[in-house]
């Protein structure tokens, strides 16, 4: 381990005193001035120490942020940036670099959780900044960012915008995001303020504290101006607005065309500008006065950057690529990249342009958007301009059997289909055209091309291998057959494509067979950084399996097993853990209501199977009532023990999940929670233990009996360092034991609570894989179904009674699947492509091909 003996500061970060009593941050309650802001910038970075170490700061919209990052830049620490408001991305990152440091919104100054003293990891002099590829949070590949690109990049963007020290920039996207990095960093060099504010510009409030705040600019991603259509922005009175800049992926030229005459009529420019994480943030700008005259065009290249094309074999346009002192140092993928150097000169940007006679740059496609279909090379980019010369709005995806084409409005999908295979060359039967309401969209406004490329059926597959036999090669397909998500691309997730707890199961069984690994997190990994490692010999004896899986897959047997009376070994309340570990791993990070709204979905797909079931053991039995279908038995029905009492954990656990589902709708819990992760979920246990050691007044309403056992499963998956765990760990020990009144029972979940802390994977006979995972993902439905298949077997054995149980739910657990998939999929045709969802800053993390939403999954599948 090397320590640098010296701390050599980011200049603008650590010269934030200069600029006196100028304002530098303005929100709805306060203005601090520079020397104010610098004096807690100096009292964090005291807090860091004068060694040099790795800080990982949870990023919000908040004062307490903007300290953080400075401090670090000023103390001279490498400091990585990661969204606060998703767990998952941060528990990724922690895992992946093992931070010296972690910094968390806490209020004035944010809290510090030192990890150890001192550094374990050698960092190159030069290292600054860490942000996550394109906006890909939560993926362990990051673009290494020194002083010298900061501090030029930030030069180069104030010298083209002209920013003065009057200047007061809205702070409308993230600060993980390196767009939004970029206006904190531009506007502190200049000594101008930062409106600070996580309003959306859909928000009255947000325009009331613009024009209160005296703010000149605002920053904005191509969703941005779709919203700023819907609010009447081209006619607010903004006497103070200057300028308008616009990056994160393409507008379309009309739409620069029109805003740039807005600007015009209401005495504000706009800036289109063209960057990448890569470059720190912008390579590119074209100037306000050209903007109406040449709206596809990026411009020029900013000051002290330069751009050349490179020809590229057999395609007609050459690649762009860019020099200057903000390229990146290059990439780290692993904490030992941190020592790295200069690895990269130059930045190949993977774009298609040109140079107009004027000197303008223009981008007209992208090497990745080509496809040879029929021995010919088509552009797709060149099908979109062919369909907008016909007036229609389209997006053109395609693979190696067909071009598919989204329309929108109401265009004709058989003269186009016609029109476009005449144009390009290719035969009439490789072209698909469906017409849609709207373009579907990434969360980030961009087109979602996997998403228009999933509007046509599927073409066969080419010797697709059967499930349990995959190479290496075949993670998207994978996780498109477990999801039934055809649009599975390169930038995706488990989680962003919408996996829960129980396709997890089948997923992580199947991809640990083709890949011979799975790190811990992967489920929030890209699929392009799922990399095989070198396969392990055959015939291997044990394989090792997540510890959840393996618990629910052993507790789902027992629960049959102890009804059957085969032998008694309870062990139904452990499901409750798991089914609190799942709901917190899954289902808590991304923004409240399109959280909300999945988490319903999800509700729902534990509801309709179960009461589906019910009313079948309704009628076919005496045994179950009304009641028991609406699975309302718990509220209504005998207090003494009967049949109708068969499905109390089902009724528990949606009880459970409406409430704490209720509880995250809220808006302050929302905040808290994402705040105080591990506290939050203890405050629940502490909730629960009302209700377990029945200390709630009799006249009001408690907590049921099992929810502290979920909230401990929610405490587990918050745990981050061995002191957590061991507090988990201690709760568990005190709390259980006394309660079931059963030595052995207690036993069960204390042992099942402590391995699911302590232990990440469990071992399994090899060949009991794959069963263990359909046990595991079909736990609800053997739950459900074994009371109707158990009772007519006992006559001929207890073992063919509990077998027949397993199997029985296996099925009852396909069979749900396939008219999910085919649900979903009929659902697909009639409403083909909704836009995205804006941001907390009213606008669209632009990613390469990556939802900015939601890295969570629908509330987890039941147990």
Known sequence: MTVQPELAPVSFAAGLARHGDRPAVLTAGSVLSYAELAERVEQCAARLGTERRLVLLAADGELDTLVGYLAALSGGHPVLLAPGDKPAALASLTAAYDPDVVLRPGGRTPLLEERRPGTRHELHPDLALLLSTSGSTGSPKLVRLSRENLVANAESIAQYLGIRPEDRAATTLPLHYCYGLSVVNSHLLRG??????????????????????????????????????????????????????????????????????????????????????????????????????????????????????????????????????????????????????????????????????????????????????????????????????????????????????????????????????????LPRGAVVVE?????????????????????????????????????????????????????????????????????????????????????????????????????????????????????????????????????????????????????????????????????????????????????????????????????????VGPQHLTSQWHFWFVEMLVYVLVAVIALMAVPWADRAERRFPLGFALALVGIGLLSRYDLVDPGLPKPAPVFWLFALGWAVARCRGTAERVLVSVLALLSVPGYFGSTLREATVVAGLLLLVWVPRLPVPAGLRRVTAWLAGASLHVYLVHWLVYPPLLAVHPVVAVVASLAAGVAYWALTLRVAAALGRWWARRAPGRPGVPDAGGAEHPAAGTPAGELTAPAQAPR
């Open 192 to 425: 101008a303020g930062l409106v600070l504010t996580g309003l959306s510009v859909v928000d009255p409030c947000f325009w009331e504290l613009f024009r209160d705040r005296g703010a000149t600019s605002f920053a904005a991603v191509p969703y941005t101006f779709e919203l700023l259509e819907r609010v009447g922005f081209a006619e607010m009175d903004l006497p103070h607005l200057r300028c308008v800049t616009q990056a994160g992926g393409r507008l379309a030229p009309e739409q620069v065309r029109s805003w740039a005459a807005t600007g015009r009529r209401r005495g504000w420019d706009l800036f289109v500008m063209y960057g990448a994480t890569e470059a720190t943030a912008r390579m590119a700008y074209l100037p306000p006065d050209l903007a109406e005259a040449h709206p596809g065009c990026i411009g020029v290249p900013i000051p002290g950057g330069s751009f050349r094309l490179d020809p590229v074999p057999d395609l007609p346009h050459a690649e762009l690529v860019y020099s200057g002192p903000n390229v990146m140092l290059g990439y780290a993928q692993d904490p030992a990249d941190l020592a790295l150097g200069r690895e990269v000169e130059e930045l190949r940007t993977g774009d298609l342009a040109r140079r107009t006679p004027e000197g303008l740059y223009e981008v007209v496609g992208r090497r990745s958007r080509f496809v040879k279909l029929a021995g010919l090379r088509v552009d797709l980019g060149q099908v979109e301009r062919i369909l907008a010369g016909l007036g229609v709005t389209a997006a053109a995806a395609g693979d190696d059997e067909r071009l598919v084409v989204a329309a929108a409005g109401e265009p004709d999908p058989g003269l186009l289909a016609k029109v476009l295979a005449d144009e390009v060359g």
């Open 435 to 635: 017409a849609v309401d709207e373009l579907p969209r990434l969360g980030n406004g961009k087109v979602d091309y996997p998403a228009v490329l999933a509007l046509a059926p599927a073409a066969p597959p080419a010797a697709s291998a059967p499930a349990g036999t995959e190479g290496p090669g075949d993670v998207r397909r994978i996780l498109a057959e477990v999801l039934d998500r055809p649009d599975v691309g390169e930038d995706d997730t488990f989680v962003s494509l919408g996996g829960d707890s129980l396709s997890y199961v089948a997923a992580s069984v199947r991809l640990e067979r083709a890949l011979g690994h799975l790190p811990p997190d992967w489920h929030v990994t890209p699929v392009r950084d799922l990399a095989p490692r070198p396969r392990a010999r055959r015939g291997r004896a044990v394989a090792r399996l997540e510890t959840g899986i393996v618990l629910r897959a052993a507790a789902i047997v027992c629960v049959v097993a102890t009804h059957v009376e085969l032998f008694t070994f309870q062990t139904a309340h452990l499901l409750f853990v798991l089914a609190g570990l799942n709901f917190a791993r899954f289902q808590l990070g991304g923004e409240r209501r399109p959280r909300l709204r999945r988490q319903l979905r999800s509700l729902g797909r534990i509801v309709v199977p179960s009461v589906a079931l019910i009313l079948v053991a309704h009628l076919l039995t005496d045994d179950y009532t009304w009641a028991n279908v609406a699975l309302l038995n718990g509220m």
